[in-house]
């Protein structure tokens, strides 16, 4: 009789067996789940990163132009309604240097590497200020996120 209980205790039932392996795929589940999640933010903060670069590296640049002409910045350049303009791959020459660009929006076409928008409107203020601001937006699915930058540029003599 011994015999007999010893070779029922030696194996897993199905019904253990399942319960293992149903316990076993939720727990990869929940790590395959948390894994795309956390691969998804990474590739969002590194969109808002290079958008951010963008945007600061349009805001110097806008700063240079107005320190190297202040008159023409001020009255070419910007209005009282506001002037927009759309820093896209074309306003880069063969040294990577930025030019300005005609005056108008990007009409909703991503066109810096073909993945962010950046525009800047310049208003006058005041009759010494001028306020730029900077968006660079981007796509991710059906969403659009943008990073704003807002400055007043004043004429320092």
Known sequence: MKTTQLKMQQGFSLMEVLAFV?????VFLGVAYTTGQSIKRTKFNEQKLIATRYAEELEEWL???KEEDWTTFYSSRASG???TYCFDDAVYDEYQSISWPAAGD?????GLRSLYMREVTLTQSLTSQVQAIISV????GQNVFD???STIFTKWE
């Open 106 to 110: 990007c009409n909703g076409v991503y």
């Open 63 to 65: 700063r240079g132009q």
């Open 147 to 149: 990073v704003p930058i």
């Open 81 to 83: 309604g506001g002037t």
């Open 22 to 26: 149903t316990i076993l795929s939720l």
């Open 137 to 140: 937006r981007w796509q991710d």
